[in-house]
């Protein structure tokens, strides 16, 4: 923690509910919300919008003039670790990754800030936009102010533009059978920060791993001829790898063996710090799942809600590990090995 919140005794991740991505809406409960929200006439924008909100890619793509697509997102959620600095550093790099997700790079963000004015310190704040400051510009992306509102509960994120080549985009519903997946940061992050809220300890291997830029291995995706992706963020990677599947109309098989995991993610699974958000994803993908004889720990571990995850390629990735393959469409969208 920095000296600020050490002098004042208080810990972020204590002034809210959840934490980071494991926040988020559930999956299955969001899809009920926005079913149907879609244009009156889609066919009317079907030369502009190239992605839209059909399978729940990782942000919009609108097409524009010279040959050109405009990428848009959003994405905040409660501290996830108790540093300040650190929680706006991790944030921002979950927003960008959206635009890394689907082959674009960023090139403006502005802040998204709720703040529980009268009892945390506006300094601490501060620390937030600073961190998130520092990994935009390390991404090359602009910052150019944002929005604040006076929250009972901290909350930061940004809104990022970006830019892409509408003919070499990561797409979620491009999935074909005989390809690789290749996932480009170990997993655990969840359950590790689950503890950090529970006893306060710090896991730097955690911290590292969500402020690590997913631009190096979206450019390396684009690069190997890869066309279909997604990040791993708070749905899990079964949650994510389930819209993938069930979007591209094709199976995913997993290698549980060849899954990278953080050190500690499995003992802290085994010592109960698993979020909510993690059983709901589990539960929501399990009657879409043949386990195969993998036992509860695996299932969570694989269903942890990520915060700032690496991405999930169809295709190989170079450094990456491959943890599978999809396969033509079977009774199940995800059968574990």
């Not at 890619?57 to 003039?65: K, L, N, S, T």
């Not at 706006?88 to 959206?98: E, H």
């Not at 004015?117 to 102010?145: N, P």
């Not at 500690?264 to 710090?273: C, E, H, L, N, S």
Request: with cysteine.
């Amino acid at each position: 923690m920095t000296e600020t919140t050490e002098r004042a005794g208080l810990r972020l991740t204590q002034q809210a509910h959840g934490g980071g991505c494991a926040c988020k809406i559930p999956p299955g409960e969001l899809e009920s919300i926005v079913a149907g929200l879609v244009a009156p006439d889609p066919s009317a924008y079907a030369n502009e919008l190239v992605i839209g909100l059909d399978d729940g890619d990782d942000a919009a793509v609108v097409r524009i003039e010279g040959g050109r697509a405009v990428v848009a997102t959003a994405d905040f959620f409660t501290p996830v670790v108790d540093d300040p600095y650190d929680w706006g550093r991790i944030a921002a790099t979950n927003a960008l990754s959206d635009v890394y997700a689907v082959g674009g790079e960023p090139i403006v963000a502005v802040n998204l800030l709720g703040w529980p004015r009268e009892t945390l310190s506006m300094d601490l704040a501060r620390e937030v936009l600073r961190g998130g400051l520092d990994v935009a510009r390390a991404a090359g992306c602009h910052v150019a102010g944002g929005h604040s509102v006076d929250d009972p509960e901290p909350k930061y994120g940004m809104a990022v533009t970006g830019l892409a080549d509408p003919e070499r985009l990561l797409r979620i519903d491009a999935g074909r059978a005989g390809t690789p997946i290749s996932l480009t940061k170990p997993l655990g992050v969840g359950v590790l920060n689950t503890r950090h809220k529970a006893t306060g300890e710090v896991f730097a291997q955690a911290v590292e791993v969500m402020t690590t830029l997913n631009r190096d291995a979206s450019r390396a995706a684009l690069a190997a001829g890869a066309r279909c992706a997604t990040d791993v963020t708070g749905f899990g990677l079964l949650g994510h790898l389930y819209k993938l599947a069930r979007a591209s109309g094709v199976t995913a098989v997993v290698d549980a063996a060849a899954v990278p995991y953080l050190e500690g993610a499995r003992q802290a699974v085994r010592d109960g710090y698993v979020s909510g958000g993690t059983r709901r994803n589990l539960d929501w993908v399990r009657p879409h799942l043949d386990p195969g004889g993998l036992g509860e720990e695996d299932l969570l571990l694989l269903a942890d809600a990520q915060t700032s995850g690496g991405l999930l390629v169809a295709g190989e990735v170079p450094g990456a590990p491959v943890v599978g393959e999809l396969v033509p469409r079977e009774a199940a969208a995800i059968r574990l090995a």
